[in-house]
């Protein structure tokens, strides 16, 4: 049975910094793409962050770039966020999920697996 379980989400100030970290179990991580994506109240979930298997590629939302980072430990089966300089737009709530290295890994279609996701508010 494949788990995917976030962690680090919580209530931080504007400019502040969080890291959520995703553990997976039942698949071998090193064989999948994996991403984040978020959902904000009312809105759709939508894509943050994503690496390769290897993690030698990496791909960013627009909104994120520069701010986060994605990173990941295949002998630990995690990937990590690491989000700076919050801001009331990035509140949601933020899922991992695991993907096939080839689709685009900007769409949701491209994952297979995904966690329940992980609060994570920012208050001005």
């Known amino acids: 049975q494949v788990q995917l379980v976030e962690s680090g989400g919580g209530l931080v100030q504007v400019g502040g910094s969080l890291r959520l970290s995703c553990a997976a179990s039942?698949?071998?991580?090193?064989?999948?793409?994996m991403g984040w994506f978020r959902q904000a109240p009312g809105k759709e979930r939508e894509f943050a962050a994503a690496?390769?298997?290897?993690?030698?590629?990496?791909y960013y939302a627009d909104s994120v770039k520069g701010r986060f980072t994605i990173s990941r430990d295949n002998a630990k089966n995690t990937v990590s966020l690491q989000m700076n300089s919050l801001a009331p737009e990035d509140t949601a709530v933020y899922s991992c999920?695991?993907?096939?290295?080839?689709?685009?890994?900007?769409?949701?279609?491209?994952?297979?697996?995904w966690g329940q996701g992980t609060q994570v508010t920012v208050s001005s």
């Open positions: 999920a695991a993907g096939r290295w080839g689709a685009n890994l900007k769409l949701r279609t491209a994952y297979v697996y």
């Open positions: 690496i390769s298997p290897s993690g030698s590629n990496i």
């Open positions: 039942g698949l071998t991580s090193s064989t999948y793409a």
